[in-house]
């Protein structure tokens, strides 16, 4: 079983940054391809940004050239460097590791972007 531990999350002013970080349990990070979401209130949840094992990034086109994602595989950690938040940025993020087909997902660190 995996369990994934986001934190980071908070109220910023709009321009600020933030860095959320996301630790998981167990011995399939390394392999697995990790993911950020988020669900703003009314909402579906959408896909933030993902990076497989291999390093490959993918960003929403909403978050490009704002948002960072990145792997510590000897942490087992993957984080999100937000830079540039928009009040529009403001929802639940929510970590998910994916690997072998099944998927994981974080209990969710809320991010609020208000002035």
């Known amino acids: 079983q995996v369990q994934l531990v986001e934190s980071g999350g908070g109220v910023v002013q709009p321009g600020g940054s933030l860095r959320l970080s996301c630790a998981a349990s167990?011995?399939?990070?390394?392999?697995?391809?990790m993911g950020w979401y988020r669900q703003a209130p009314g909402k579906q949840r959408e896909l933030v940004a993902i990076?497989?094992?291999?390093?490959?990034?993918n960003y929403a086109d909403s978050v490009k050239g704002r948002f960072t994602i990145s792997r510590d595989n000897n942490k087992n950690t993957v984080y999100l460097q937000m830079n540039s938040l928009k009040p529009e940025d403001t929802a639940v993020y929510y970590c998910?590791?994916?690997?072998?087909?099944?998927?994981?997902w974080g209990q969710g660190t809320q991010v609020t972007v208000s002035s």
């Open positions: 990076i497989t094992s291999g390093g490959v990034r």
């Open positions: 167990g011995s399939i990070f390394r392999g697995a391809t």
């Open positions: 998910n590791l994916r690997y072998l087909g099944i998927q994981y």
